[in-house]
Nanobody, 125 residues
Framework: QVHLVESGGGLVQPGGSLRLSCVAS????????IAWFRQAPGKGREKISC????????YYRGSVEGRFTVSRDRAKNTVYLQMDNLKPEDTATYYC??????????????????WGQGTQVTVSS
C-alpha cells in the first residue's frame, strides 16, 4: 500500500520561502509520478505541480510557474516543492498525491487515489 507523508508547512511573510517534502513508500516499482495539490479555505483542490520519478519531467500550474520548483531525491523516495516569492493567495493546505499503480500521464500521476495528510501553508504579514 502506497503511503505519502507531507511536511514543511508553516507561517511565512509575503515574499518568503518554504520547502515542502513528500516522502513516498510502498511502491512496487520505481516508476511513478507525484502531484502537488493545494486547497484554500472555501475553494476546490487544485493541482499545482507534478514530477515523474525516473526522468524528472515536471509540470506547473501557471499561477505558480517561475516561483515554485518541484524536485525529487530518488534515493530518499522524497519529492520536494520549493516555494519562493510566496503570496497571500498561496495560503492553503498542500497535499501530495499519486496513482498507487504507478500509472503516469505526462509528468503527473494518471489518477490520484493515494493522498498524504496535508500540510498547512499560511502567507501573511
Amino acid at each position: 500500500q502506497v503511503h505519502l507523508v507531507e511536511s514543511g508547512g508553516g507561517l511565512v511573510q509575503p515574499g518568503g520561502s518554504l520547502r515542502l517534502s513528500c516522502v513516498a513508500s510502498g511502491f512496487t516499482s520505481g516508476h511513478y509520478a507525484i502531484a502537488w495539490f493545494r486547497q484554500a479555505p472555501g475553494k476546490g483542490r487544485e493541482k499545482i505541480s507534478c514530477i515523474e520519478n525516473l526522468d524528472g519531467e515536471t509540470y506547473y500550474r501557471g499561477s505558480v510557474e517561475g516561483r515554485f520548483t518541484v524536485s525529487r531525491d530518488r534515493a530518499k523516495n522524497t519529492v520536494y516543492l520549493q516555494m519562493d516569492n510566496l503570496k497571500p493567495e498561496d495560503t492553503a493546505t498542500y497535499y501530495c498525491s499519486t496513482d498507487p499503480n504507478g500509472n503516469i500521464l505526462g509528468a503527473c500521476p494518471a489518477a490520484t487515489n493515494s493522498w498524504g495528510q496535508g500540510t498547512q501553508v499560511t502567507v501573511s504579514s
